[in-house]
């Protein structure tokens, strides 16, 4: 009898052991922490996106953090809002003007990405990003005798910053579109770290960034949009500890009345959108504000120039996803790549140094 | 000897069950499973494949959003919002792309998601 009901309980424990839990709880982790951890999560809708942060953690107060950093940081950053330090400085009609600390920091940040990419980004292209009417979905192909005149004022080496004040030439104006949500992932990263957290994964409006690995020390597994199919995925990322940031011509565009499909990324040196073959460009690295201003530059630059600059410079992996639906790996990323079963393998092409 | 017998049949009907619940549960559909969420807070878990068709509104700031559930698929099918993104993005079918209007602050996404995120 009593053999019995120990098989009746094995049976019974062996499938309750199946059931899946939503809650994951870990303990002890890191070895270092003797209180236990578990999956926190929170969704808020800011800079225009919609962003989920997951963090393993005792309570909720590093998300309530994460939220409060967002929230001024888009109070600071906003290109739209009359308030912030942007609008002020757009408006100051050359005059210096003194801002919050991290807005004067994303700004000589920004500058030297500028730089780095030879004007590829250029935080001067407001004026010509609505002249489109990328601003407002006011959409229109501008007459090019605006473009030429708006031209004239996009120029990042026009923008001098100093220690926590930033003067603009009369008529330009900056946008930090390409580089606020990679500063933003980069803050909150390194306050979570600050709170003792080993493992978290946040995604402001797919720009993906991670803090260690999963709890049982697996990579995070990051889903890759198929640009010119974007319901799909084209393939996985595994990664540990790093921002993956993609721009690609299929998250904003529109058709004009001549049949042309005009995206979001417009070239800083004639003024109109992007058209180089180019779907989408992800970047892998440390930094978030890197990977976010380089996902624009890269794709401005073009496939060449792309991976002369990932040449040059070592902090950084890409993945290209050309319009015709290949797709280049470089060498530092492709054995954590995988492409999805459905498509074919000889559409990839690694790039080596 | 015959309390033996009853008691190997439970134990073996028992068994039988919880494997054919446990392989059924495992083999689910994964995506058929969608959230509802309105500024962050679950609304609905909707599993579509044994989901009647129906409409739901859902209201946000005085605004709705129409949703229907037809053929076990969903969408937006009226918004009050200015730029209809919702409408136009027809029907949940991927869990690489959820349904999100922005202006209401509503999300409609599948719940099993083989990955930790989506980068796009």
Not at chain 1, 172 to 199: H, N, P, R, W
Not at chain 1, 318 to 325: E, L, Q
Request: overall charge negative.
């Amino acid at each position: 009898m009593r053999k019995f009901v120990v098989v009746f309980v094995c049976c019974i424990l062996f499938f309750c052991g199946c059931a899946d839990s939503v809650h994951e709880s870990v303990s002890d982790i890191s070895g270092a922490q003797s209180n236990n951890v578990s999956l926190h999560t929170a969704e808020l809708f800011a800079m225009d996106t919609y962003m989920t942060l997951k963090a393993y953690c005792a309570d909720d107060n590093p998300l309530n953090s994460a939220q409060a950093i967002i929230e001024s940081l888009e109070k600071e950053l906003s290109v739209t809002s009359s308030d912030s330090d942007i609008s002020r400085l757009n408006n100051a009609q050359g005059e210096e003007i003194v801002l919050n600390y991290d807005c004067a920091e994303l700004i000589k940040n920004a500058l030297d990405l500028c730089e780095r990419t030879s004007g590829a980004l250029d935080i001067t292209i407001y004026p010509i990003l609505r002249e489109w009417g990328f601003t407002t979905g006011d959409y229109k192909i501008p007459v090019p005798e605006n473009i030429r005149s708006l031209l004239t004022n996009v120029n990042y080496s026009a923008v001098s910053a100093a220690e926590n004040s930033v003067q603009l030439p009369s008529g330009y104006m900056i946008d930090l579109g390409a580089v606020a949500k990679g500063y933003t992932s980069d803050k909150i990263i390194s306050m979570f770290k600050e709170s003792g957290i080993t493992s978290a994964i946040i995604s402001l409006g797919g720009n993906v960034h991670t803090l260690g690995s999963k709890p049982d020390g697996s990579a995070w597994k990051i889903a890759l949009t198929d640009p010119n199919l974007p319901q799909t995925y084209i393939g996985n990322l595994e990664i540990v500890d790093k921002a993956v940031i993609t721009s690609g011509s299929y998250e904003r565009y529109f058709t004009g009345d001549d049949g042309t499909r005009y995206c979001h990324i417009i070239s800083p040196f004639d003024g109109h959108p992007i058209n180089n073959g180019i779907a989408s460009v992800t970047v892998i690295g440390d930094s978030g504000v890197l990977c976010d201003a380089l996902s624009t530059a890269l794709f401005v630059m073009g496939k060449e120039a792309a991976v002369e600059h990932w040449r040059k410079h070592c902090d950084f992996e890409m993945i290209i996803i050309t319009d015709g639906g290949k797709v280049f790996v470089t060498e530092g990323i492709h054995n954590s790549f995988s492409l999805s079963r459905v498509y074919e393998k000889s559409k990839l092409e690694v790039i080596y140094r | 000897m015959k309390k033996h017998f009853v008691l190997i049949i439970i134990c073996a009907a028992v068994f039988i069950a919880a494997a054919v619940s446990s392989v059924v549960m495992l083999n689910a559909p994964a995506g058929d499973i969608v959230k509802i969420k309105s500024n962050g807070e679950l609304l609905y878990t909707i599993d579509l494949s044994n989901s009647p068709d129906r409409t739901i509104i859902v209201e946000y700031n005085g605004k709705e959003n129409t949703l229907e559930i037809k053929d076990h698929k969903i969408r937006v099918l009226e918004a009050d919002c200015p730029d209809k993104v919702c409408v136009n993005t027809g029907w949940l079918d991927s869990p690489a792309i959820p349904i999100i209007c922005l202006p209401n602050k509503l999300i409609i996404e599948f719940e099993n998601n083989d990955a930790d995120a989506a980068a796009r």
